[in-house]
C-alpha cells in the first residue's frame, strides 16, 4: 500500500507495555531507551537505541476495548501523520527494527540494512475519552491511542515480519513423516 511518497511497511494493534510502545533495535539486549512524549522534548543523544513512546496504558485499551494502532511508513512525506513528537536517529546495527516489547506476542519485526537512520514519530488521539459503563462518566485517555512511524528513504527495512508467529509457522511445515512439534534446537 501506498500513501502520497511513503511505502506502509507494517501497521499492528499492540497492548502497550507501562504505556509505552517500544522500538528499538531487536538485536541488542537490555539497551536504554528515549522516552517520546509530545509534550517532552527528548534527551539530546545524537543517535537513539531505543525509542519509548508513550501511549494510552493497556488499562485503559482493555476498557475501551482495542489496542494501540502502530504503522511503520518508509519515505519522506510527513503530512497528515499525527503530531511530532520525535525526529532524530535510531541505531539499528542487527538490522532487525522490533516493533513492541520484547515478550509482546504481537511484536512486530522489520528486516533491512543494519546502521543508524534517520526516523520520526508522530502520534494520534483516536480515542479522546475512556468511558467505565453506561453512566456516562468518562475521563481523558492517558496518552496517544496511534503511532505512525516514519523511517525517512525508501530502501530500508524491506520485509515485515511477526516475529511469534513466523517462528511457529517455520517449525510446524516440518518433514515428512515428522509430527508438528518444536524445532530440534533452539537459540
Do not use: K
Not at 6 to 25: M, P, Q, R
Not at 56 to 75: I, P
Amino acid at each position: 500500500m501506498r500513501t502520497a511518497t511513503n511505502w506502509l511497511l507494517c501497521e499492528t494493534a499492540l497492548a502497550s507495555d507501562g504505556g509505552v510502545v517500544v522500538i528499538e533495535d531487536a538485536g541488542t539486549a537490555n539497551v536504554s531507551g528515549t522516552y517520546v512524549h509530545a509534550e517532552i522534548a527528548p534527551a539530546p543523544e545524537a543517535v537513539h537505541r531505543a525509542l519509548w513512546v508513550h501511549t494510552m496504558n493497556v488499562h485503559e485499551c482493555d476498557v475501551v476495548g482495542r489496542r494501540v494502532y502502530v504503522r511503520v511508513l518508509s519515505g519522506s512525506d510527513a503530512g497528515g501523520l499525527g503530531v511530532l513528537a520525535f525526529d532524530g536517529h535510531l541505531n539499528i546495527a542487527s538490522g532487525i527494527l522490533a516493533i513492541g516489547e520484547r515478550r509482546n506476542p504481537d511484536r512486530q519485526l522489520l528486516v533491512g540494512p543494519p546502521g543508524v537512520i534517520r526516523v520520526s514519530v508522530f502520534v494520534a488521539h483516536d480515542i479522546d475519552a475512556v468511558y467505565f459503563d453506561d453512566s456516562g462518566v468518562s475521563y481523558p485517555a492517558s496518552g496517544p491511542s496511534e503511532i505512525t512511524l516514519l523511517l525517512h528513504g525508501v530502501s530500508w527495512h524491506t520485509r515485515a515480519v511477526n516475529s511469534t508467529r513466523w517462528s511457529r509457522i517455520s517449525w510446524r511445515r516440518g518433514r515428512r513423516g515428522v509430527p508438528p512439534g518444536p524445532p530440534p534446537f533452539v537459540t
